[in-house]
């Protein structure tokens, strides 16, 4: 197993990749040398900063060549180079072998890598650069399009079609399945406070399920949670209170010829919203 790091200070100081954990220290930045398999065994792969890039370990085991020699090369251009070119195209890093030793590596871009086996011959050199290339091609179009394949032909657009039609029925029934738990998250989320039927009637029509203020009265009414005669009328039923469902704020008002009228409002308590809320959910499915 490999582990990559290097310094943060280098212009491109995301062409690690991003797949990996990294510890900020002073200087250096450290992946997790549990997360670079991926990378070491792809010719090809993509930084933080959405570029396409290989580096030295790969190209030197992709062309039969030393890791030593490869170094070379690069120092040897980079030393030809202007600083901010060689700079953009090559960062040098490490990685440690099996016996936790630290040696040099250099992560490269694609202009790097393709002025770096300029000069690489042999019967499979020119087969290699073609295969590195379209890898540095493939990754950069997946960059473009975000992974996702635009259809060529009429078939393979069909298949995608079916596919997205698949994939939009599955994403449909997932909404259905999780409705009672989102309505009981409201639920949930209103239960910090009392608040009016009216306001509970928002709260079930929000999620779904066409109710308003009067409707929701009426359905407390004939479910005997709020009484439906007499000087009591919309106000919690004894049942109702014994459950815990509602509190009753009682106002005082003067009027100005001196009389005094109080004025009760029946309030739906914390525990009051999810039970009802629960209610309508099991009416809602078996209905």
Request: glycine share 8%.
């Amino acid at each position: 197993m490999v582990t990559v790091y290097r310094e943060s200070s280098l212009p491109i100081s995301s062409l690690l990749n991003p797949l990996s954990t990294i510890v900020a220290s002073p200087k250096l930045m450290i992946m997790d040398s549990g997360t670079t398999s991926g990378m070491m065994n792809d010719l090809v792969y993509k930084s933080n900063d959405n570029q396409a890039l290989t580096n030295s370990l790969l190209v030197a085991g992709k062309f039969g060549k030393r890791h030593s020699d490869v170094l070379r090369s690069i120092e040897t251009i980079i030393s030809q180079t202007p600083k901010n070119q060689s700079e953009r195209n090559f960062a040098l890093s490490e990685y440690r072998d099996a016996s936790g030793k630290a040696n040099p590596m250099y992560i490269i871009t694609k202009d790097g890598f393709s002025i770096l086996v300029m000069g690489f011959t042999g019967e499979t050199a020119m087969s290699f650069k073609w295969e590195y290339i379209e890898a540095f091609n493939k990754m950069e179009a997946t960059i473009r399009t975000g992974g996702f394949n635009i259809p060529s032909n009429l078939k393979d657009a069909l298949r995608l079609a079916l596919q997205l039609e698949e994939r939009k029925e599955l994403l449909e029934g997932k909404v259905k399945e999780d409705a009672p738990k989102v309505l009981f998250a409201e639920a949930v989320s209103a239960s910090k406070r009392s608040c009016l039927v009216s306001e509970l009637a928002k709260i079930i029509q929000q999620n779904g399920i066409e109710i308003g203020q009067n409707r929701l009265f009426k359905w407390m009414r004939v479910k005997g949670y709020l009484c439906s005669k007499g000087e009591s009328y919309n106000q919690p039923t004894q049942k109702a209170m014994e459950l815990g469902l509602f509190d009753i704020k009682k106002t005082t008002i003067i009027k100005p010829d001196g009389t005094v009228m109080i004025s009760t409002t029946s309030k739906v308590t914390g525990k009051g919203q999810i039970y009802f809320i629960n209610k309508f959910i099991g009416e809602n499915q078996n209905g």
